[in-house]
């Protein structure tokens, strides 16, 4: 029996949250797989009206379920960066989930913005590290507020951060090595720039590659040209690992070659302790409510919490589910408003195929 917490967060969280576990329901009544599920009202609201974010009682008790599902943090009538650091960052950094796991994966069916690229070019994993860089917090004001005003933010790299997200991206690319994929791993950086953090990378991603795993490609590639790369040839990516903010800039690119925000699903991974799945897209503050938005970004992270618990069957279906949906021609678009039906239809049809 998995203990699941369920902190359906701010905006459309909530409606795409229903659906994610409307779906795995669905898929875990088929596989035998038990839960059950404890909600969480962390986020905006409750912030406005307590003042309170999340207690770090609150992270304690988190840290006795086996996965957290999320659904979005961000608030128009809260200043950017409190609930984002109040909230998920302290997520992540507290219970050291130092892995965002993000799948970049074109389904058939679903519209590409590139020219000519399909399915069979887009299909790759970035790892992003989620613990450090320049998301440690560390920096600060001098002089605020003064024409003397000094801001620094300060990107800090440990070799040990840099070294534990790296294996994993190393055994990520060898396990699909197994599975029929090229066995590539591209370090994306700027080395030619950022000469000391990225350096530590350079040498960590290189001798831990050189050392331990021969059988694995190694590439490099600078963060300006893998935008240029990801539009351009895709299919020339396995896996891509990163560090924090890159990770965070080149998946949003990722979301969209795949088929839009709604689609786009991430885990932040904790290896040894509890992982946390989440649509990668957002609060969309403007949707909230209309029951518009594509859900299957919440869906899918669904799926990669089952996958990562080790219910590989369940998460099987959970994929079949989308992937059937999607190949029906049923759902007209990705984009929220255009989907020629509603978020609980989608979540509807995706879990009737789930369940088949
Ligand atoms: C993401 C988001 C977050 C990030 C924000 C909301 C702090 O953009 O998960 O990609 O930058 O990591
Ligand atoms: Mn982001």
Redesign the pocket.
């Known amino acids: 029996m998995y203990r699941i917490a369920v902190i359906p967060g701010d905006g459309i969280g909530p409606e795409v949250v229903r659906e994610g576990l409307k779906v795995l329901q669905a898929a875990a009544q088929r596989t035998g797989v038990k839960y059950e599920l404890t909600h969480f009202d962390f986020g905006g609201d409750r912030f406005l009206r307590t003042g309170e974010i999340l207690p770090d009682s609150a992270v304690q008790e988190l840290r006795q379920f086996d996965a957290i599902l999320l659904g979005a943090?961000?608030h128009p009538h809260v200043q950017p960066g409190i609930l984002?650091k109040g909230l998920?960052?302290k997520l992540r950094f507290e219970l050291d989930q130092y892995i965002n796991l993000r799948p970049v994966k074109l389904y058939e069916g679903v519209d590409c913005p590139l020219k000519d690229k399909g399915p069979k070019d887009i299909d790759f994993v970035v790892v992003r590290e989620n613990t450090e860089g320049i998301y440690s917090g560390a920096g600060g004001f001098q002089y605020k507020g003064t024409p003397q005003e000094v801001s620094t933010q300060i990107h800090v790299t440990t070799r040990f951060g840099a070294e534990r997200c790296i294996r994993y991206a190393f055994d990520l690319a060898r396990k699909r090595k197994a599975q029929g994929y090229p066995g590539k791993l591209t370090l994306v950086a700027k080395t030619n720039v950022l000469t000391y953090v990225h350096d530590t990378w350079w040498r960590a991603f290189n001798e831990v590659g050189e050392k331990d795993y021969p059988d694995v490609q190694r590439d490099y590639a600078h963060v300006d040209a893998t935008c240029m790369w990801m539009v351009k040839n895709p299919e020339w990516f396995d896996v891509i690992v990163t560090d924090n903010q890159l990770g965070?800039i080149i998946?949003d690119l990722g979301a969209i070659i795949q088929g839009g925000l709604g689609i786009a699903a991430?885990g932040n991974i904790n290896p040894q302790g509890v992982s946390m799945f989440e649509p990668?897209g957002?609060s969309a503050p403007k949707y909230t409510g209309q029951n518009v938005v594509c859900p299957i970004a919440a869906i899918a992270s669904a799926q990669m919490m089952m996958e990562t618990l080790g219910e590989e069957e369940a998460a099987r279906r959970i994929e079949k589910g989308i992937i059937q949906a999607l190949k029906s021609g049923k759902i007209k678009s990705l984009a929220a408003g255009q989907m020629g039906m509603s978020t609980s239809e989608v979540g509807d049809l995706i879990a009737s195929y789930a369940a088949e």
């Open positions: 943090v961000g984002e998920l960052l965070d998946t991430g990668i957002g």
